[in-house]
């Protein structure tokens, strides 16, 4: 039959995706030090430093990221074709050219980063520095997904609403952004998981400090080397902090599209 080809291809990508998670939460849940594993030193600064600078980096996206979709979606600029091109850079650069090339940029002998420094702001080895890299590798991830939204957002839904009488800012707030909102949580999603795993980019450019610049994928590769229990228990609370994120994620977006329907 037609379908069976279609099924055994989900079924083993599946399978290739599932089995070395499985293996990843068995390992973690049969461990018997959780207790004296969380009270480690370094792991919960790590934990606590990947939330607050993911939390940063997608307040970051929603405040810039946003409007610079749209702007990409709906205006006609010079370079608009260009500035669209750039958006897609990061997403297919080797995180570790990603962090070299934000060294030269920003580090303390960088193309701007010595007149940072003189101005009193060194970014490289510094928390600062953690969010810039989640950034760069990150905030492209939520443009492109809210860029789409807004180009596929109904043009006679809001010619209707300024038939009626709505300004600009009020048919963007009652018409364009409630129709893009499920796919910019999506978004958000993306953005946030990215900068939360964020892992080569980050050691490159803010290295991996601990207390300091150590997030938790930096914490489980320093944990390889001296307690491999840790790193496992470790990835299996990432990989549940990942499933729960999406649980989430999705249950918003329904309730929101059951709103509007």
Known sequence: MPWRAPIVAVAVLGAFITLPLVALIFRAVGADQFGAFTRADGVASAVTLS???????????????????????RVTFPGRGLANA??????????????????????RQGLVGAWLVDAGLSLAFSTTGVVVAQCFVSLPFYVRTARAAFERVERDLESAALVDGANGWQVLRHVTLPLATPSLIAGSVLCWSRALGEF???????????????????????????DVTGAVML?????????MTLAIATAATRRIVSLEG
């Open 235 to 243: 990835g299996g609370a990432f990989v549940g902090i990942a499933i």
């Open 200 to 226: 080569g980019a980050t050691l490159m450019f803010a290295g991996s400090l601990r207390g300091r610049t150590q997030t938790m994928p930096l914490a489980i590769y320093a944990l390889l080397e001296t």
């Open 51 to 73: 939330f607050a600078t993911a939390g940063a980096t997608l307040a970051i996206a929603l405040v810039i990221g946003t409007p610079a979709a749209f702007a990409l979606a």
């Open 86 to 107: 750039l958006v897609e850079v990061p997403v297919v650069l080797p995180p570790a050219v990603a962090g070299l090339a934000l060294l030269l940029a920003f580090g």
